[in-house]
């Protein structure tokens, strides 16, 4: 499968309209300070690698300063994880975090249909959610003629637990999701975390997309 790198898959989530993090990827702990300079203001500085788990690995760092930045990006170019050597950091506002949820969708083999998953409780696998928190989790699978539609989507929020205009708004971003995994030919397509920040707006923190080997001929622009 072609996996994009998380700036890759933010790219393709604004173009959806899916809010993400200020802030782009860098190829020097310059461009990192550079980058840190126009944000104007704490940022997180994310190792691009196809790995999970990176904060544990210590390739997730904060900075409070452009010159900051460029440390941090210093220690995380170069950087070995797995079989994977990190040649692109990514520099994003470090944002103010009141809740984290999972969205999610994956192409089922076994109900040969896209099924699209969330989940109230984000920040870790879906597996390991699922596992711990069963109730907090909900799938719909989806009809291939008709896609995802808000109102589906809507609801398995509401399986999750969540309400009010929160749902409405988590609904929304699910079907966007959706149609940006429809449109790439995404074997696979998360947010997690999907965080809802102190000021009350949803923006996606992380994104993984898998692309169908077999699609990505059809998609020049990745």
Known sequence: MA???EYQGKAL???FGIPVPE???AQTPEEAGRVAAEIGAPVVIKAQAW???RAGLGAIRFADTPEEAKVAARALLGMQIGQFTVNRVLVERKLAIAR????GLIIDDRERAPVAIFSSVGGTGIEQIAREHPDKVARH???IRLGLREFEAREMVRRAG???RLLLKLGDVIARLYRAARTYDARAAEINPLVLTEKGALV???SRFTIDDYAVFRHKDL
């Open 23 to 25: 802030g782009r990827p």
């Open 100 to 103: 984290e949820f999972y969205a």
């Open 141 to 143: 699978t989806v009809d």
């Open 162 to 164: 969540v309400h009010g």
């Open 204 to 206: 996606a923190a992380d």
């Open 13 to 15: 989530l604004r173009q």
């Open 3 to 5: 996996r994009l790198h």
């Open 51 to 53: 790995v999970t788990g």
